[in-house]
């Protein structure tokens, strides 16, 4: 089966400018999961989907973050306006809905750097 | 906010050598899992204990869990080159939600 796919690889741009991120997960995984990962740390939840709904975005910083999942399919992180903070991979998951009982499947992540 | 803790944050051994690391959490938990990362690429997954579970195995991986504990370990044996990575453990929750540790940082000189 294929992968996560997420796009884009890599993204440099300047502080107060908006980005997106884009993530595809595995066909037919009902919960996606969007994680931030800085430099040296483990990755951080930012906001968990069921289908089309927000199950948890309790860590996500909704002055500049925003996330949708409106066909219950791919996703779309943005940040807007970027922080130099927010310099990090950001990474998506996915799994099935119910849970089989197997590690989630992460995408290769988005670098992004702010400067 | 970060479940648990990972020690050692960095590990160096020789090529044959055992690698071992630890984990504690916070909160109770459904799951515990572990998860490889090479250098600037994705998290790939490696082995999944149930918090009923006390021990699994999965070729050279030897994973435990103490819930009285509340920490876990992850045995690597017979460690090569290629096993180089960070390694980080996860705890899962009913709900689905995964909550990372600050990882292992392991290198193994051929």
């Known amino acids: 089966e294929a992968g996560v796919a997420q796009s884009p690889r890599y993204k440099i741009i300047e502080k107060r400018q908006s980005v997106a991120f884009w993530c595809n997960p595995i066909?037919?995984?009902?919960?996606l999961y969007w994680y931030q990962q800085i430099l040296g740390q483990g990755p951080k939840l930012l906001i968990q989907f069921q289908n089309n709904g927000v199950v948890d975005d309790s860590q996500l910083p909704k002055d500049r973050f925003s996330a949708e999942r409106l066909k219950g399919v791919d996703s779309t992180l943005k940040i807007q306006p970027a922080k130099l903070e927010d310099s990090a991979v950001y990474l998506c998951?996915?799994?099935?809905?119910?849970?089989?009982?197997?590690?989630?499947?992460f995408g290769s992540g988005t670098r992004l750097t702010v400067v | 906010s970060q479940q648990g803790e990972e020690d050692p944050q960095a590990l160096s051994i020789q090529e044959g050598e055992n690698a071992t690391m630890n984990c504690s959490y916070k909160?109770?938990?459904?799951?515990l899992q572990w998860y490889r990362q090479n250098s600037g690429r994705g998290l790939v997954h490696l082995i999944l204990i149930r918090s009923n579970e006390r021990e699994k195995h999965s070729g050279r991986l030897r994973v435990t869990l103490d819930t009285s504990k509340k920490s876990s370990s992850l045995l690597i044996t017979a460690s090569r080159a290629a096993d180089t990575a960070s390694y980080f453990c996860a705890t899962g929750s009913q709900g689905g939600k995964l909550i990372f540790g600050q990882g292992t940082e392991l290198s193994v000189k051929p």
């Open positions: 066909s037919g995984h009902a919960t």
């Open positions: 909160t109770s938990i459904n799951n």
């Open positions: 998951a996915s799994s099935p809905q119910p849970w089989t009982g197997n590690g989630y499947t």
